[in-house]
């Protein structure tokens, strides 16, 4: 059986309906303190505030990597208290910090945590996806991580603000297959990438068993949205050492 994903949940990834500002009363204003993503494909100025972009985030992702640009929000979504998923592309997580005990003896965060921040951002996706926290609780299925692969690319410190994306890669009845990268919120560039083989488990039977068919119309709407993306150049990729001239 495969191992477990961390059961430890932020409360920022419990399912969230809050209301966010009306679009007339944010159009004149600036994003200060949003990722500076001029440096990511696609990338379009956001005439949404911080907070709104956060809670964007929450409620569906914001559209860095579309290759059709950037989603504009229309007044009736923003206003609606209540809206169903959207699915964009790529899912952009919630802002999340490196913590100062994260920081192992070479002075940067050890490599179990970019773990940690890659899975809290899978936490959000799954709330979106309608198998987070609550999911579990009432019907006594998860889904564990089979297969993982990280790439470690560039160093993350103390207090460093990122984010994640999550680009659904493909699925089937029982199982996931994702592409996380982890990009520092304010310059831009990626700290590193995880590929991902997840599968759907009753935890009473501990067994796989087939995603149910609400979930898995959610999935088919995340898959239709992220195939409009590239696939990720490094998806795929083995471990391997070439030989030498």
Known sequence: MASARSTSRSSSASARRTSVPSAKSIRSETTPGCPDDSRL?????????????VELA??????????????????????????????????VSSVLRV?????????????????????????????LIGVGADYVAKFRQSVFTAEVHVRFLR??????PVRVTFQLLDYDEKRLHYFEQLFHAEDGWVSATSENLS?????????TIAFPREVASRLAE????????????????????????
């Open 99 to 127: 913590e100062p005990q994260w920081i192992d003896y070479n002075g940067h965060l050890n490599m179990a945590y970019y773990n940690v921040l890659f899975d809290r951002a899978v936490d959000e996706t799954y709330e």
């Open 155 to 160: 160093e993350l410190h103390a207090g460093d």
């Open 222 to 245: 995340m898959k239709s949205a992220h195939a409009r993306l590239p696939r990720p150049e490094a998806a795929g990729r083995r471990i391997g050492m070439r030989a030498r001239g």
């Open 199 to 207: 599968l759907h488990v009753d935890l009473r039977a501990s067994k």
């Open 41 to 53: 494909p696609g990338r379009q100025e956001s005439r949404f505030p911080a907070r709104v972009l």
């Open 58 to 91: 929450r409620l569906g992702g914001i559209s860095w990597h579309n290759k059709v640009g950037v989603v504009a929000w229309s007044e009736v979504m923003l206003e609606r208290s209540d809206p169903a998923p959207l699915f964009f592309a790529p899912f």
